[in-house]
């Protein structure tokens, strides 16, 4: 029943990472003819000043997101765990966000928030008439904002679907010893959603990795390099600067990161086999 998969994983993901790596041993422009040159791609690459800064803003770009995302999208999933009609309408209207293209929402924010002809100009608010995109600090900020805004729905579905899986049971019982609502969700709730979180968290930090598109049409690693993540930082060395093989190995740097981090939060999640239950 596996096979399938399995042949499709090796195809489109196994084969694929093998060329990338064997082009980072290469000296190619994309368009002529290819030229092993050994490790002077590595070299190139990993004496680049600018590697540090882009895995910092990477870092940067992961930690700020996933703080934001996690509480968030709990808590709505908690609320829209219930069986109220009205929360079925609302669960529809989060999704949202989520059905539109990285692009589009790009271009969205970044006309909503220019300070001379965005949303704070034509509705008259000073607060909103910052230059969001022209200092780094806004910069980051914002794109935290949009990235949030934007991955959170899906989520918060994620904790949707965990919270209605805890038995009932467990809340009954808490009931009867006098814990209140805020009591069950330490108590109960975020315990028993341990590996959900472990997953969700998962996708946060390798979604993070491949962020491209959103910061390239919102910001273009700007200003100045304030938001240049590995990503753009490969995509620059690539097709702007026609430099194959160092972008490559940032590609396999980026792979490489993105399995370490997965295997580190496989292990707090402890053994695959245990039950989401904590006392089962």
Known sequence: MALPAF??????????????????????????????SGLDSWKATLSDPGLPHALW???LIMALSWAVQTPMSILIGVFLATSKRYREFL?????????????????????????SFGLGSGLGIDLLNQDWLGNSTLAMATLIFIV??????????????AVRQIPTSMYEASQIDG?????????????????????????????????FDLIYVLTAGGPGDATRA?????????????????ASAI??????????????????????????????
């Open 7 to 36: 042949v499709w994983f090796v195809f489109f993901g196994i084969i694929p990472l093998l060329g990338v790596l064997a082009l980072s041993f290469t000296t190619w422009n994309g368009i002529g003819e290819i030229v092993p």
């Open 57 to 59: 803003v990477t870092f």
């Open 91 to 115: 669960a529809v209207l989060f999704f949202i966000p989520l059905l539109l293209s990285s692009a589009a929402i790009a271009i969205t924010y970044k006309a909503l928030l220019d300070p």
């Open 148 to 161: 949030s805004w934007q991955f959170i729905p899906f989520h918060s579905l994620i904790y949707q679907g």
């Open 179 to 211: 814990a209140g609502r805020v009591r069950q969700f330490i108590s109960i709730t975020l315990p028993q959603l341990k590996y959900t979180i472990i997953t969700s968290s998962t996708l946060m930090v390798v979604g993070s990795l491949t962020f």
């Open 230 to 246: 590995l990503a753009l930082a490969m995509y620059q060395q690539g097709f702007q600067a026609n430099l194959m093989g160092p």
């Open 251 to 280: 590609a396999v740097i980026l792979v490489l990161v993105g399995l370490v981090l997965s295997l580190v939060l496989r292990r707090l999640g402890g053994r695959a086999d245990d039950s989401q239950l904590e006392g089962a």
